[in-house]
């Protein structure tokens, strides 16, 4: 069944549809981010895929990797119960790393795309509310690149006593334990 | 309402039609022409003076807050609402508030040190989600079928009870904000009960730990199963009570009847999946969809209701409890003899009596625990049915002992996200009723 | 009052402690898994009744008992502060749970380490979660804490109501041009939010 979705893919969109493969059972279609929005609309649409649910949005950060992020899209048919996974590469560079919205295709979308603008930094053309959702429009950075330091935190507010009086920038930075943990 | 009284007739001046005018109305409806049926009687001159200067004062709309912290929204979400009188016109729903880092967490954990934080995503039902998550693992290391039969009955007899738990829990908590605390404490109680078997099975009252990467982590207690069949007695007899205490009540159908309906459709646009779902007429339950462990052995059904609102959901709720405690059942019957963690030492902990007595045990155990078991390059997607709906974990590994990646598909976001919708339009206090039915769950939802 | 020895003021305040001890109000700030443990240790099987607390009063302004259950993250911690300053004094803060107290194992760039970052704390709970005994014992430990007038937290820490929160738009942004730094153009929109 599955199977059917990525020759159809390919089939139809040529070039387009960068690589296939499975793996474990799962269907994998890696797609040039120009025919992104072009591929989703034909798998939510065509009678044969329908895919009415984009069930999943999510980045994968390849740091030291060119191109860097990989943004995976998990799509799942109801009626004929199959599923397929799309990626799309996307480039470090600020200029390059952005895909289509898919909100016009699913509402699911609206959400999962803010998330993964707010937790890794990936824009999304189009998109009609881009505001951090999880963390505080305060917090500098996108905490879930790989580069951005576990323990970085980036306090709104602390007990005067429980500051730092030093550069509150270095403790932002460096200070990776509270004191508690330090001793 | 009937039409006895002798002002109702002065009134209304209608003879005829019996019942058909209001005994008395709110004086919002005098206020409003449309409101006035026919054959009353027009108001008197200086009535109908206030009611025109009554239409003619200006509204506002008015901005308010509900949460971060509020008695109803029992997950920590804001919603902040624009209201004309008592209709929303707006509304902007923002979580985060309880984003705990799960998946930069999992980054730097082993596999199997994830289980604790797995457990915390959806906190009411954390069998489930260890069960969920070790499946994904279990799927990349391509050992699916090789997990022992008993530990896939104990799995899913685990998290069948972790699911009457998590819609109890649903249940009573919203029909506590509706003002039904009775209710709360015969479902606490209930859940209780319940809990009480995870802890003789687990050792923890909610937060388990109990599955492993190839199975679980030991057997069931030897009077387990005698002890499970007296516990789901007494639950359903408290399910029964609490259902009595407000199937027939007023207040509490006018609450949910009809209030905050969702069309299928827009469901499944939203990527609602779980009860939420299958309240809105879509038949779709991961453990019939694709049946995983060992789902296809029992017999059940899936509930759905086609209302979509408020009231499906919980008659949703009600009946996939009452069809967990019967596949429970089943499994009790079912349950083979047997190992319930996978003999591979590549995989499982070796025994302790072989950690404390031979060096090749205390070594693999040192590198199992310190290393983690390696998990070949490669990613998957693997779901299963949790207490909101499909959760799914995307593992992606680089061939070390810790995820490269652990993204978790959280159901609770996407039901959160159409929060929104679902309240727009509706009076303000019927947030509290919506909200509850969706079961957002904040450490799910915010992760 | 304590400044005042005299048979009849210490033993009025015995009073007075007595009668606080036994009608705590608590707030429940409850953010995470441990609000679990806190609807079974309302509930009937442990009954917090016994104890005089069993009243959550949803207004900080009723309340006298803070307690935070669960995780407090950096984005609460605002929240949390303000509602502790809504409260009215004598006061008393519980953390109930180890994500509460010390940030628990939830070591990472979201997660505050203890909810006495932001606020005094009188009793610490440990637990993930803590047992309902274990909630049981805190809180008596409290109760003991208040008949022996041994002060509340605000008594001990200094009233810490009055203090600038640090606005991290004015900090600087990072310098070593990694992908932590983002430029103007990058940021979150600022227009088009509700409030």
């Not at chain 2, 453990?287 to 949703?316: C, E, M, Q, T, W």
């Amino acid at each position: 069944m599955a199977e059917s979705v990525l020759t159809a893919l390919t089939e139809r969109f040529g070039d387009a549809i960068l690589e296939t493969g499975t793996y474990v059972g799962d269907e994998i279609a890696i797609v040039a981010r120009e025919q992104l929005v072009a591929v989703l609309t034909f798998l939510r649409d065509d009678p044969d895929m329908a895919f009415a649910m984009l069930t999943d949005l999510t980045v994968v950060d390849y740091l030291e990797q060119t191109p860097r992020f990989e943004v995976v899209y998990q799509l799942y048919s109801l009626s004929k119960k199959h599923r397929v996974r799309l990626k799309v590469h996307v480039d470090e560079a600020p200029e390059q790393c952005w895909v289509p919205t898919a909100t016009g295709l699913w509402h699911a979308a609206n959400w999962a795309e803010r998330e993964a603008w707010d937790l890794y930094g990936v824009r999304f053309e189009g998109h009609p509310d881009m505001r951090r959702i999880l963390m505080y429009d305060e917090f500098v950075g996108h905490p879930l690149r790989k580069d951005y330091p576990q323990n970085a935190r980036q306090p709104l507010l602390r007990r005067p006593d429980a500051t730092p009086t030093d550069d509150q920038t270095t403790r932002l930075l460096e200070d990776s334990h509270d004191r508690r943990t330090s001793g | 309402m009937v039409a006895t009284s002798h002002k109702d007739a002065t009134v209304s001046g209608h003879k005829d039609v019996p019942g058909a005018a209001p005994v008395a109305h709110s004086l919002a409806d005098t206020f409003e022409p449309s409101g006035r049926q026919a054959g009353e009687n027009r108001l008197s001159p200086s009535m109908e003076a206030f009611a025109e200067q009554a239409r003619r004062l200006p509204t506002d709309e008015v901005i308010i807050n509900m949460g971060p912290s509020h008695p109803a929204m029992h997950g920590t979400v804001r919603v902040v609402l624009r209201i004309d009188g008592e209709t929303i016109k707006d509304a902007d729903v923002q979580i985060g508030y309880l984003h705990r880092g799960f998946e930069k967490e999992s980054e730097n954990a082993t596999y199997n040190q994830i289980f604790p934080y797995v457990d915390r995503l959806n906190y009411v039902s954390p069998m489930l989600n260890n069960v969920g998550y070790a499946m994904a693992v279990e799927k990349l290391l391509g050992i699916t079928e090789r997990i022992p039969e008993r530990a896939e009955y104990i799995r899913v007899i685990a998290g069948e009870l972790a699911r009457v738990c998590d819609h109890l829990t649903c249940i009573v908590a919203s029909l506590a904000e509706l003002g039904g605390f009775t209710a709360f404490f015969y479902g606490i109680r209930a859940r209780e009960h319940f809990w009480e078997l995870l802890e003789d099975i687990s050792g923890a009252r909610m937060t388990h730990s109990y599955c492993r990467i190839g199975g679980v982590a030991w057997d069931l207690t030897e009077d387990f199963i005698p002890k499970c069949r007296e516990k789901i007695t007494k639950v359903r007899k408290l399910i029964d009570d609490t259902r009595t205490l407000v199937e027939r009540n007023r207040i509490f159908l006018d609450r949910m009847e009809g209030v905050g309906t969702l069309s299928g459709e827009d469901a499944v646009s939203y990527g609602i999946t779980g009860p939420v779902l299958r309240a809105s007429g879509v038949d779709y339950d991961v453990r019939k969809d694709k049946p995983y462990s060992v789902y296809d052995h029992f017999d059940f059904a899936i509930p759905i209701a086609d209302g979509g609102d408020n009231l499906a959901r919980y008659l949703v709720r009600i009946e996939e409890m009452e069809q967990s405690m019967q596949i429970i059942e089943q499994a009790m019957v079912q349950i083979p003899p047997g190992a319930v963690i996978i003999n591979d030492p590549a995989i499982a902990l070796p025994a302790k009596r072989e950690v404390y007595n031979s060096i090749e045990g205390m070594i693999a155990h040192f590198k199992h625990v310190m290393d983690g078991l390696r998990v070949p390059p490669g990613e998957a997607y693997s779901f299963t049915e949790a207490g909101n709906g499909e959760l799914g974990f995307y593992i992606v590994s680089d061939g070390t002992g810790r995820p490269f990646k652990c993204r978790c598909r959280p159901p609770s976001f996407y039901t959160t996200a159409a929060l929104r919708q679902l309240i727009v339009g509706a009076n303000l206090a019927d947030v509290v009723p919506i909200f509850g039915g969706i079961n957002m769950i904040g450490g799910e939802c915010d992760r | 009052m304590p400044d005042h020895p005299g048979y009849v003021p210490t033993k009025l305040q015995d009073a007075i402690n007595w009668a606080q001890k036994y009608s705590l109000f608590t707030y429940p700030f409850a953010t995470a898994c441990c609000a679990m443990e806190f609807m079974a240790t309302m509930a009937g099987k442990y009954d917090i009744a016994r104890f005089g607390a069993e009243f959550p009063r949803f207004s900080p302004r009723q309340a006298d008992l803070l307690l935070i259950v669960g995780t407090v993250t950096e984005r609460q911690g605002p929240i949390l502060r303000r509602i502790y300053d809504q409260m009215a004094d004598p006061k008393w803060v519980i953390a109930f749970g180890v994500c509460a107290s010390t940030g628990g194992f939830y070591q990472n760039y979201t997660v505050m380490p203890g909810a006495d970052q932001v606020v005094p704390v009188d009793v610490y709970i440990p637990g993930c979660p803590p047992r309902p005994e274990q909630v049981l014992d805190g809180l008596m430990t409290l109760q003991r804490r208040i008949q022996d007038h041994r002060g509340h937290s605000q008594r001990e820490l200094g009233n810490t109501a009055a203090f600038t929160p640090h606005d991290r738009r004015r900090l600087p942004i990072v310098p070593d041009g990694t992908s932590m730094t983002l430029d103007e153009d990058e940021r979150m929109p600022k227009d088009g939010r509700v409030l």
